[in-house]
Every structure is written in structure tokens, then in C-alpha cells.
């Protein structure tokens, strides 16, 4: 499941203060993250431009938690895309 998040000020910062590890990462317009999941929860913000996940659009500032073994597929949008996550 996917789960929207209201977005912090920064949110680098904000996952720092939860106790996470944020990394910040960023890819190209197009790139696609073929169908995969993670063993722990992951919460990611997006910084800037926008990314697909499963189909829903997400734009800057918008933030989700995905879940522990949630299988997800992800197309960046046409800007590209900056995000930063934690896994929980």
C-alpha cells in the first residue's frame, strides 16, 4: 500500500529528526523503476519535478510511505525527478 504524507518544510531534515537515514537521489525524465518492493517501509518526498508511482502522478512537494512488501513500479515525469527517502 501507498500511503500520502504531508510534506514537511524539508524534508531531509525532517527524516533525520525521525530517527531515519535520508537519501537524496534523482533521475532522469523517462527513467523507469521496473516492479519491485523492499523489506522495510520506505517514506519518500519529492523535491522537485514528479514521478509515477503505479500509475498516480506525484509532483513536488508531495510525500508517501510505501509499505514492507508493497510491490511498486515507478516512471519519472517528463522533468525528471529529485526525491529523498528513508527506509524505516
Not at 47 to 70: C, D, H, K, Q, V
Amino acid at each position: 500500500m501507498i500511503e500520502r504524507l504531508e510534506p514537511p518544510r524539508d524534508p531531509e531534515a525532517a527524516l533525520r529528526e525521525a530517527g531515519l537515514e535520508p537519501r537524496p537521489w534523482s533521475a532522469g525524465p523517462g527513467t523507469h523503476f521496473a516492479p519491485h518492493s523492499h523489506a522495510q517501509p520506505k517514506r519518500l518526498f519529492v523535491t522537485n519535478g514528479s514521478i509515477s508511482f503505479n500509475g498516480e502522478l506525484l509532483e513536488a512537494p508531495t510525500g508517501i510511505r510505501i509499505a514492507a512488501g508493497y510491490e511498486h513500479s515507478a516512471d519519472a515525469g517528463p522533468r525528471g525527478v529529485s526525491c529523498v527517502e528513508a527506509f524505516e
